[in-house]
């Protein structure tokens, strides 16, 4: 070895980095008129397509969304639900969007028992709850979109007629949800062409979905809700043991709601109310900006057991004190109160890992999944996030329609008395949250992590990653994450061993070792971790700053 390079490669310690981190990252992609993050390339590229077209940044979200319905079946579709925070330049505000649906009309809690069930199950008929997706569009695209549904439309209806390859994380999840869906009517004849999941890099053509998304785009909203499609939707629940019916889907509504924010170290972080999860981040925050976590470090034992012990806190109240708040009295401000954080702060103990922690009681007020971001050249920006719940949702997949039912309703608690307790024509818990934030009045960020639990815990780590320690926009969503998992759930499983710590691979053995010392017990969760986007954007020079994290098949585009 020549002198020189052995010289060089003794100053170099093992994982240095031009970036200056330990973890593998890559750069931010930087644009000035638009921007499109997914989890799908063909989806970017098509939202990116549409606004340069000039559509806004709700039409590219559209356009992403209904390519993922063709590219990424495993996690997205028109049979799931979807929820928005759209920032509009022009009235220079947060709006918010509830696209969930409710549980059957004719399916009760006394059923269940006569069945014998403890949870409710994650396929069959049983789960499926009123597909919010689809009037989610409609809504959404008429109070901020700009180009005709038609032309937002084309792209995925092009893709399911001529097929478009499948990626590599997306082939691997559709063989393993094949395994248990197949068994279901008409599953089969639409995901399972010659018989088999499509392989990674092979085309997958979907008729039936372009055949509806045309109908949509010709015949508007209704057709899903009251048409033709609830008709074959209605048909094929009847004909399976289902109990969605086309009434309940005539009476299907959306709801525009105020996202709620916390200030967190002069970063206002928004979120929507419940049944959603996203407040669980918010509460987090509250308690994290009582400690200086900065200067414990990002890769240190103390900071993983701290946000460890948070979140134990933060996941009883979610456990038992989140619902549908038309079903509940919620105490969300109570929930989001510095008062109420000062007080649970008190239950964590910064030397050993609780094994079992209180639901809190603060005073009540009166009265699978992707995730996907936009910005457009005016300044409006768009959190979004949709999913089937569990996978591709619950194998139920109507005739002539191209996608499968979610499952939704399998995170009802079937114990009575409860706030997530299941009641017909009631929306379940839901965990997919799309965040946003400002500063000083102005966007700063759109962002959102995938998958289910994962998911308040990663939009944490990536905020306190920035805004704490320093990193980038993309570095903070490449980072090594922490995942734990073993508390109390909204379905009615109770923490009582303390759960376990997930590190991904990144992390020290020396942390590992000190965190065994106090009490947790460590592990690793293969592919758990979730999927990150965000656009970031500096107001000054009106530039935009994408991310798309490597644990997905995605991309980061703009113009």
């Not at 609780?354 to 005016?378: F, H, M, R, S």
């Amino acid at each position: 070895m020549p002198l020189a390079l052995a010289l060089a490669l003794a100053l170099l310690a093992p994982g240095d980095r031009i970036t200056g981190r330990a973890f593998s990252t890559r750069s931010e992609v930087i644009a000035r008129h638009g921007m499109a993050c997914t989890s799908q390339p063909l989806a970017t590229q098509a939202a990116v397509a549409i606004l340069r077209k000039g559509g806004s940044a709700v039409d590219a979200a559209i356009a992403a969304n209904a390519v993922q319905a063709l590219v990424e079946p495993v996690s997205s579709g028109l049979g799931g639900d979807l929820f928005a925070i759209v920032w509009d330049e022009k009235q220079h505000k947060l709006f918010g969007y509830n696209g969930s649906g409710r549980s059957p009309a004719s399916l009760t809690l006394e059923e269940f028992q006569k069945r014998g069930l403890k949870h409710i199950p994650p396929t069959g008929p049983l789960p499926v709850s009123v597909p919010g997706c689809v009037d989610a569009w409609f809504a959404l695209h008429e109070r901020f979109g700009k180009l005709p549904l038609s032309e937002v439309l084309a792209p995925a209806i092009a893709y399911a007629r001529e097929g478009a390859p499948i990626e590599e994380l997306v082939a691997y999840y559709w063989e393993r949800n094949a395994r248990s869906l197949s068994k279901f009517p008409h599953f089969a004849d639409v995901f399972l062409p010659n018989g088999r999941s499509p392989a990674t890099g092979e085309s997958f053509a979907n008729p039936e979905l372009a055949n509806t998304l045309e109908k949509l785009a010709q015949g508007g909203r209704d057709v899903f809700y009251k048409g033709e499609i609830a008709h074959a939707i209605d048909s094929y629940m009847k004909a399976n043991g289902g109990f969605l019916s086309y009434a309940d889907l005539a009476e299907h509504h959306g709801e525009w709601v105020e996202p709620l924010s916390v200030d967190y170290r002069g970063y206002d972080v928004w979120e929507l109310p419940p049944n959603g999860q996203g407040i669980a981040v918010l509460q987090m925050l509250r308690l994290l900006e009582g400690y200086d976590v900065r200067s414990l470090g990002f890769d240190s034992a103390q900071w993983v057991h701290l946000f460890v012990e948070a979140k134990k806190l933060v996941f009883e109240d979610r456990a038992r004190l989140y619902a549908d708040p038309q079903f509940a009295k919620l105490p969300i401000q109570g929930l989001l109160s510095k008062e109420y954080a000062a007080q649970r702060r008190k239950l964590i103990d910064l030397e050993h890992a609780a094994k079992k922690v209180p639901t809190g009681n603060p005073a009540l007020e009166q009265g699978d999944t992707i995730y996907l971001c936009t910005a457009d050249d005016a300044g409006n920006m768009v959190s979004w996030i949709q999913s089937n719940y569990r996978g591709m949702g619950s194998g139920m997949t109507p005739d002539g329609c191209g996608f499968i039912l979610q499952d939704r309703g399998e995170l009802f608690d079937l114990e009575p008395g409860r706030a997530n307790s299941y009641a017909p024509k009631k929306r379940p818990f839901h965990t997919i949250i799309p965040g946003f934030v400002t500063k000083d009045g102005e966007p700063w960020m759109t962002f959102g992590v995938m998958g289910g639990a994962t998911q308040p815990q990663g939009q944490v780590q990536v905020l306190v990653n920035q805004i704490d320690f320093g990193m980038n926009t993309q570095e903070a969503g490449d980072a090594p994450r922490i995942l734990h998992d073993g508390s109390s759930e909204p379905t009615g499983e109770e923490m009582t061993d303390g759960g376990k710590v997930s590190l991904e691979s990144g992390w020290g053995w020396e942390v590992v070792r000190a965190l065994l010392r106090k009490g947790h017990v460590v592990g690793w969760s293969n592919g758990d971790y979730g999927g990150y986007q965000a656009i970031r954007v500096d107001r000054k020079t009106h530039t935009y700053f994408g991310a798309s994290e490597s644990r997905k098949d995605g991309q980061a585009a703009g113009y």
